[in-house]
């Protein structure tokens, strides 16, 4: 089994889809006054970012069909590493809503989160495995588990 942000149409994988998870900008407070920020307020901006894999390229695309281009100076792999140089002011990020409430960026007097105007597609979470397999007691466990989990998150957003 496997969590991933882009649905795979194969004949060979099954999955579930656990959540929407739109984007909020994050941002150094005083950055931006508070409440939404407009999207065009991003261009040619400062911004820290995942790299260029699973739904990045997605978000990155639907900035720049609404003529968003921002200047990424710094991309990492792990949310705290996004949120570390957010904190020390090297670019606003944009980034979902579970991996902001995950790292607990919400309770971050050094962060502010926005909501962006126009709002930018959400990523979506699927739990992914392999098709026509029987599953163990256990791993048919963790799917009902994934799935009850994912609706309390999703009573949470």
């Not at 004949?11 to 739109?22: C, I, Q, R, W």
């Amino acid at each position: 089994m496997l969590f991933y942000d882009v649905r795979k149409d194969d004949a060979g994988v099954e999955y579930v889809k656990l959540l929407d998870d739109p984007y909020f900008l994050v941002a150094s407070r005083g950055r931006f006054p508070d409440g939404p920020v407009d999207l065009a307020a991003l261009d040619g901006a400062p911004m820290v970012a995942w790299p260029p894999d699973c739904a990045q390229p997605a978000l990155e695309e639907a900035l720049a069909a609404s003529g968003v281009r921002p200047e990424y100076m710094f991309r990492a792999g792990g949310n705290e590493a996004v949120l570390s140089m957010t904190r020390a002011g090297l670019g606003s990020a944009i980034l979902p809503w579970l991996a902001i409430h995950g790292a607990g960026a919400t309770t971050d007097e050094t962060l502010s989160i926005h909501e962006l105007r126009p709002a930018v597609a959400h990523r979506e979470l699927y739990l992914l495995r392999r098709a026509h397999r029987t599953l163990s007691p256990l791993a048919a466990r963790a799917v009902e588990l994934t799935v009850e989990i994912a609706q309390d998150l999703r009573r949470l957003q």
